[in-house]
């Protein structure tokens, strides 16, 4: 089913999003030393990417190839998609903050984690499905 092109797609898909949520985190916060932070914000959020998000997105990828649910439109696999995404983006951030806390996980305090791995991990689906019709753009344009 999955083949070196799909993991490569998975870590291209990783590194893409880690740059977009820490370029977007600087602009958002106005940080004013570019380079110490961005390398500090990469070192934090690839990790929970190329562990968290992709072992999350192959095993939802792995449930839809295996579900009968690959008839639906695209649009209704899109939205649920957003949804099943968003959650794992909670459960990733879950996980993370709870190796860097070591245990000591405060849930009512960290809501804006949750909200950040949300947006992280719904960013990380619609990164992955641009690469995914680039991808078929692409070899189309190759054969013709």
Same mark, same amino acid.
């Given at each position: 089913? /999955?083949? %070196?092109? &799909?993991?490569?797609?998975? /870590? @291209? %898909?990783?590194?893409?999003?880690?740059? /977009? @949520?820490?370029?977007?985190?600087?602009?958002? $916060? !106005? @940080?004013?030393? /570019? +380079?110490?932070?961005?390398?500090?914000? #990469? +070192?934090? @959020? #690839?990790?929970?990417?190329?562990? !968290? !998000? =992709?072992? &999350?997105?192959?095993?939802? $990828?792995?449930?839809?190839?295996?579900? =009968?649910? =690959?008839?639906?439109? &695209?649009?209704?696999? #899109?939205?649920s998609n957003l949804l099943i995404y968003a959650l794992g983006g909670i459960i990733v951030s879950i996980l993370y903050l709870l190796i860097l806390t070591s245990g000591n996980l405060q849930f009512g305090v960290n809501y804006r984690y949750y909200l950040f791995g949300i947006i992280a991990a719904i960013l990380y689906y619609i990164v992955d499905e641009i690469l995914i019709r680039f991808g078929r753009s692409f070899r189309k344009q190759k054969t013709i």
């Amino acid at each position: 089913m /999955f083949k %070196v092109k &799909y993991f490569i797609r998975k /870590f @291209v %898909v990783s590194m893409f999003a880690t740059l /977009f @949520v820490c370029l977007s985190m600087m602009l958002l $916060d !106005g @940080v004013p030393t /570019f +380079i110490e932070t961005f390398l500090f914000l #990469f +070192i934090l @959020v #690839f990790p929970a990417y190329l562990v !968290g !998000g =992709n072992a &999350y997105s192959i095993l939802i $990828d792995f449930l839809w190839y295996k579900s =009968n649910r =690959n008839q639906l439109s &695209y649009f209704s696999k #899109f939205i649920s998609n957003l949804l099943i995404y968003a959650l794992g983006g909670i459960i990733v951030s879950i996980l993370y903050l709870l190796i860097l806390t070591s245990g000591n996980l405060q849930f009512g305090v960290n809501y804006r984690y949750y909200l950040f791995g949300i947006i992280a991990a719904i960013l990380y689906y619609i990164v992955d499905e641009i690469l995914i019709r680039f991808g078929r753009s692409f070899r189309k344009q190759k054969t013709i």
